[in-house]
């Protein structure tokens, strides 16, 4: 069965660092999200993507974050200047065509900013 | 997007059926129902969905009423490893890129 990778499984990165959280979405999927969730709460979304360009962000998707699909099966997320309350499980996700109800996650990337 | 109402947790014994009712009173004419499951430490799930009767696979089904205000999740003879949170979702089924917007979901502790 397909299914959603992400790498790193586990980050650990100083505050004010630069980090990119790699996914690689089902192969013949078209649209791509990244969501989070800080320990204990809910899972947020932050921002959708689809025929290369943002469909959609959340208000925590801020000039800090980008995403970027930089090949064929590659989507990336990254925090430019991470800060200490962006410490969550960060999970990629992707959907087909007109099925964006049926997302398939990804294992998630722990991101612990220190 | 429809508001949902789903009890914060439930405890089962192993073996046993477990329901779990949503309510979803302001939900459209073209919305469906989906649930999401999603273990400790790992991304959410998508179990099932429906948009009205009775839909069922082989994990779980769901019974949605005609007036469709409200579905049941029901999970029959659970075990251990279904211990987890189920998250009940309204929306359009295929309204393009809109995100899932996850409540806080029904914390299921299976207990042997």
């Known amino acids: 069965e397909p299914e959603v990778t992400q790498t790193p499984s586990h980050q650990v990165t100083q505050m004010g660092q630069e980090v990119i959280l790699r996914c690689v979405p089902i192969s013949n999927h078209l649209y791509f999200y990244w969501y989070r969730q800080i320990l204990g709460q809910k899972v947020e979304f932050l921002v959708s993507f689809y025929n290369n360009e943002i469909s959609e962000k959340s208000e925590i998707f801020d000039d800090q974050f980008s995403v970027e699909r930089p090949d064929g099966s590659n989507f990336t997320l990254k925090i430019r200047s991470t800060k200490l309350e962006d410490s969550a499980m960060y999970f990629c996700a992707s959907s087909s065509e007109g099925l964006h109800y049926e997302q398939y996650f990804g294992p998630g990337t722990r991101l612990t900013v220190t | 997007l429809a508001k949902t109402t789903q009890p914060i947790s439930m405890d089962s014994y192993e073996g046993q059926e477990v329901n779990i009712t949503c309510s979803h009173n302001n939900i459209a004419t073209n919305d469906y129902i989906t649930w999401y499951q999603q273990f400790p430490s790992q991304g959410p799930r998508f179990i099932i969905q429906?948009?009205?009767t009775k839909v069922t696979n082989e994990v779980a089904s769901l019974f949605i009423p005609a007036d469709r205000k409200s579905s049941t999740l029901s999970l029959p003879r659970v075990s251990l490893s279904d211990t987890a949170v189920y998250y009940c979702l309204v929306g359009l089924r295929n309204s393009g890129n809109t995100p899932l917007v996850f409540g806080k979901g029904t914390r299921l502790s299976v207990i042997a």
């Open positions: 429906g948009y009205k």
